[in-house]
Antibody
Framework: QVQLKESGPGLVQPSQTLSLTCTVS????????VHWVRQPPGKGLEWMGV???????SYNSALKSRLSISRDTSKSQVFLKMSSLQTEDTATYYC??????????WGQGVMVTVSS | DIVMTQAPLSVSVTPGESASISCRSS???????????VYWYLQKPGKSPQLLIY???NLASGVPDRFSGSGSETDFTLKISRVEAEDVGIYYC?????????FGSGTKLEIK
């Protein structure tokens, strides 16, 4: 069945770079787009960017200068890297698949705290 | 960016009663292909969001038919009939018409 699972450090120091991995199963990265969405504690959802099925990427302009999304199709993994982290980047980070009906599958999320 | 505005901020509902949540977009979400790219999600406490309604009025797989979506090009409504205890959580609308994808700020549904 379709699954997405995020992994990465739970704690990152300010000004450091965050690296997260989304490992997917049950579908091919070359057939579906995978997005990253984050949610600060007690707040709403913010779209970060997308790895399109053709390998291209798009980013939220508010994060574009700090954000990079890549993938390894052989490992069924999508990667997120975001630099210059600040406390306001503390959030749960989700990867999610977009199929014909939209965001049809989400990962469980990974909580990232930015703190020294 | 397309702004999605939800109302109310919270709603308290007696089990068995109905609830409606509104969402307004700052731009028409009707594409030239005839599809309206508005979606509804429910985030249950401590869980990831789950898709309820896609393309304004289509029920996602496995979602009870107590949920329904309707609207126009910029004004949308999620209706929950016969609310149950399992429906508690935060409801979000969102648009997939154009990047950046955006979401409403959420409506919290509580049970009386």
């Amino acid at each position: 069945q379709v699954q997405l699972k995020e992994s990465g450090p739970g704690l990152v120091q300010p000004s450091q770079t965050l690296s997260l991995t989304c490992t997917v199963s049950g579908f091919s990265l070359t057939s579906y787009h995978v997005h990253w969405v984050r949610q600060p504690p007690g707040k709403g959802l913010e779209w970060m960017g997308v790895m399109w099925s053709d390998g291209d990427t798009s980013y939220n302009s508010a994060l574009k200068s700090r954000l990079s999304i890549s993938r390894d199709t052989s490992k069924s993994q999508v990667f997120l890297k975001m630099s210059s982290l600040q406390t306001e980047d503390t959030a749960t980070y989700y990867c999610a698949r977009v199929g014909p009906p939209g965001f049809d599958y989400w990962g469980q999320g990974v909580m990232v705290t930015v703190s020294s | 960016d397309i702004v999605m505005t939800q109302a109310p901020l919270s709603v308290s509902v007696t089990p068995g009663e109905s609830a409606s949540i509104s969402c307004r977009s700052s731009k028409s979400l009707l594409h030239s292909n005839g599809i309206t790219y508005v979606y509804w999600y429910l985030q249950k406490p401590g869980k990831s969001p789950q898709l309820l309604i896609y393309r304004m009025s289509n029920l996602a797989s496995g979602v009870p038919d107590r949920f329904s979506g309707s609207g126009s090009e910029t004004d949308f409504t999620l209706k929950i009939s016969r609310v149950e205890a399992e429906d508690v959580g935060i409801y979000y609308c969102g648009q997939l018409l154009e990047n950046p994808l955006t979401f409403g700020s959420g409506t919290k549904l509580e049970i009386k």
